[in-house]
């Protein structure tokens, strides 16, 4: 478990990432870790943001969902760097220092397939096929791993890219895919060398060896479609240039199998060190031995139950890690028709990836269940260096404490994080609650969590032991939650589908009074900053409501035609106005001594707010949008939009300021928590504008 570090450590930690941060920044402006179509595409929105960069940096992101497979992989020569898919985002992490990460931005979608070249110059990945514009193209680019910037964008393939795989040589890259094609391009150039389309998916293609022929080499290629009949599945095939026609010419033969057939789906391969024989993982748990030289099928070995997912090969030793979804993972040795098990572990999870890392010392394992590994060769030995979600993350909260933040998504999974390492402190899952929706703190002890379920949980923060539930809270979601507790009075307060706003006794969960004015579904509740007598909550009807506990009635009520609001916030200064969110992108400022809002302000993307916190200082506003960004405003400056970040690839559900207004947290429907630091304070502190 975690060490939770104290506030003056956590200041010191700060400190030092904010040297760090800056040279980082430079070295974005100058390099280029966004892609500048990206950096283009933004500009035209939110042109004139100068500040942008001096203010708002992305630290860290955390995430993984293990949706695909192979989407983890270590660097072939630099024994610490490891790559991961997060959402649409590429990930160049260090293992050795979990704040060091680097961003690869351009896909905008889901990351479905990855590929490191041998040499690990390059780095290939593609995607699923793209919702945002027609013909659901899918699109792979290439990556240069030195310069951080995209080589090539090939485009061909649709609807979803399923493997990437560079030949030895780095020459070529092999790409296959959902809409059936198979497409090989040249590294050197970009271009198309062959293309095929097959009756079904590719979902198997290995690069075997190569052949020098003169001037251009000729490869040798395995590669399994299904749809020929269980004997016609894998095929041994060669990619040679034929001179007289001036192209690359793609012969294949079927691979001899059993007489009986095979009828297996494959989910992986690997060639052995000598490049003699290829070893398959299937569908039913087993290995399939094939001699790639006679082209012959030669041995089925058992190895796990629920498909053997992933396989990777010590090309020292000549080893064979077997990762099963079983959550099994096996040492085997041995060659051709004898295997022999030499070491077993089981983590937690279907394994979807595993990679051997430079030095042959460790591998990478990662699981569907968001957790990854790292691995020692020997005995097998597991760490885990990064858990993740793997759901849309609906919510995120602060409780007392600086350096801990929890988030819930909406698969049931609660977990409390230290901001220090980015480790997990307390994970739990609430599986048949049908999911988290909301989240509070009390002080920094303990969590309170609404669900789809209609029940109002609580749990310990640092051991996740429920203390107290409250069941059907509400008729349908709970959809908001908001606490307060000191010396003199202690409650919760509920919203929830049902558009009843409901105050509760943290003693005894006793119903101390409910409203129930609002005509469909609350959004946001929360204690007033000034008197905790005072109750806001507003709602889908467009309406934003003020009660009072002391008269146990509604004191205020405001409401506008058009824009339901989602989510609200309270400003510590001027009048303590209250600030809603709506589906137009529309920050409203309310002043309970009048009815229409005191002022406006619209984000310009117009892009739907789905979330809205002021600052702990109350200068700043920031909300979280549909256009998958991160916004901030200056509440003193006008409502002026001074920073905005981009750290998600999907909509942003959620975010929530630290407590010393340093850091900033959101999460979203990629499954990915972005952890900010804000350099706002310090700007004021010395003066730049």
């Known amino acids: 478990s975690a060490r939770p570090v104290g506030a003056s450590a956590r200041s010191e930690i700060f400190s030092s990432r904010s040297a760090a941060g800056t040279a980082r920044r430079e070295e974005e402006k100058n390099g280029g870790v966004l892609s500048q179509r990206n950096a283009e595409n933004q500009a035209g929105t939110f042109e004139g943001i100068g500040s942008s960069d001096d203010m708002l940096e992305l630290e860290h992101v955390i995430g993984f969902t293990g949706h695909y497979w192979e989407t983890m992989q270590a660097h072939p020569t630099e024994g610490n760097v490891y790559f991961k898919a997060m959402g649409s985002v590429v990930a160049i992490c260090d293992i050795s220092d979990p704040h060091n990460q680097k961003f690869l931005r351009a896909h905008d979608m889901e990351i479905s397939a990855m590929s490191v070249s041998p040499s690990g110059s390059m780095l290939a990945s593609g995607q699923v096929g793209t919702v945002h514009q027609p013909g659901y193209h899918a699109p792979v ?233 790292r691995v020692l060769l020997d005995d097998l030995s597991a760490t885990i260096i990064g858990t993740s979600h793997t759901e849309h993350i609906t919510c995120t909260a602060f409780g007392s404490r600086f350096d801990v933040f929890a988030t819930g998504d909406k698969a049931g999974l609660i977990k409390v994080w230290d901001l220090s390492d980015y480790a997990t402190i307390m994970s739990l899952t609430e599986k048949k609650s049908g999911g988290v929706t909301c989240l509070a703190w009390i002080n920094s002890t303990a969590i309170v969590a609404g669900f789809v379920d209609a029940f109002v949980r609580c749990y310990d923060a640092t051991t996740g032991k429920k203390i107290w539930e409250i069941p059907n809270a509400h008729k349908g979601s709970v959809t908001s939650v908001g606490v307060h507790a000191d010396s003199r009075l202690a409650f919760l307060v509920t919203g929830g589908d049902d558009g009843g706003v409901r105050v509760w006794a943290l003693k005894n969960r006793e119903l101390m009074i409910q409203f129930v004015e609002h005509q469909k579904a609350v959004t946001g509740v929360c204690v007033d900053v000034k008197k905790p007598n005072l109750i806001h909550s507003c709602s889908l009807d467009c309406g934003l409501l003020t009660y009072d506990l002391i008269k146990e009635k509604r004191t205020v009520s405001h409401m506008v035609r058009e824009g339901a609001f989602l989510g609200l916030s309270q400003r510590l200064d001027s009048e303590q106005e209250v600030v809603t969110g709506d589906g137009n992108g529309r920050l409203l400022f309310w002043d309970c001594d009048y009815q229409q809002p005191t002022s406006m302000v619209q984000d310009p993307a117009r892009a739907k707010c789905n979330a809205i916190k002021v600052s702990p200082t109350g200068r700043y506003v920031a909300i979280a949008s549909d256009d998958h960004l991160v916004k901030i405003f200056d509440l003193v400056d006008n409502g002026q939009l001074v920073t905005v970040g981009h750290g998600h690839s999907e909509y942003v559900l959620g975010l929530e300021w630290s407590g010393d207004e340093k850091q900033l947290v959101s999460v979203g429907e990629d499954a990915c928590v972005c952890v900010w630091n804000f350099y706002g304070a310090s700007i004021e502190e010395s003066g730049e504008p």
């Not at 271009?191 to 075997?208: M, S, Y």
């Not at 060896?209 to 894998?234: F, T």
């Not at 057939?261 to 094939?290: I, K, N, Q």
Request: aromatic letters at 10%.
């Open 141 to 373: 680019i290439v990556w240069d791993y030195h310069t951080k910037k995209d080589l090539f964008v090939l485009t061909g393939h649709t609807k979803e890219v399923l493997l990437l795989e560079f030949s030895p040589d780095e020459r070529f890259l092999a790409g296959t895919g959902r809409d059936c094609l198979l497409y090989i391009w040249d590294m050197q150039t970009g271009e198309v060398v062959f293309g095929k389309k097959f009756d079904e998916p590719v979902i198997l293609f290995e690069w075997a060896s190569i052949k020098e022929n003169g001037r251009r080499a000729s490869y040798e290629i395995i590669l399994c479609s299904p749809g020929g009949g269980p004997q016609d599945d894998v095929k041994h095939c060669e990619l040679a240039y034929d001179p007289v026609r001036a192209q690359w010419m793609f012969h294949s033969n079927n691979v001899n199998m059993p007489s009986g057939g095979l009828s297996r789906t494959y989910y992986s391969a690997m060639l052995s060190p000598d490049r003699e024989f290829m070893l398959c993982g299937t569908s039913v748990g087993d290995m399939l031995v094939f001699n790639i030289i006679n082209s012959v099928y030669r041995a089925s070995v058992p190895v796990c139950s629920s498909g053997l997912m992933s396989i990777a090969v010590n090309e020292e030793t000549g080893d064979v890690f077997c990762g099963g979804g079983d959550g099994t993972l096996k040492k085997l040795q041995g060659r051709d028709m004898r295997w022999e098990l030499h070491g077993e572990t089981v983590l937690d999870g279907r394994i979807v990836s595993l990679s051997i890392m430079a030095g042959n010392t460790e591998m990478l394992a990662a699981t569907n269940k968001g957790t990854q590994y």
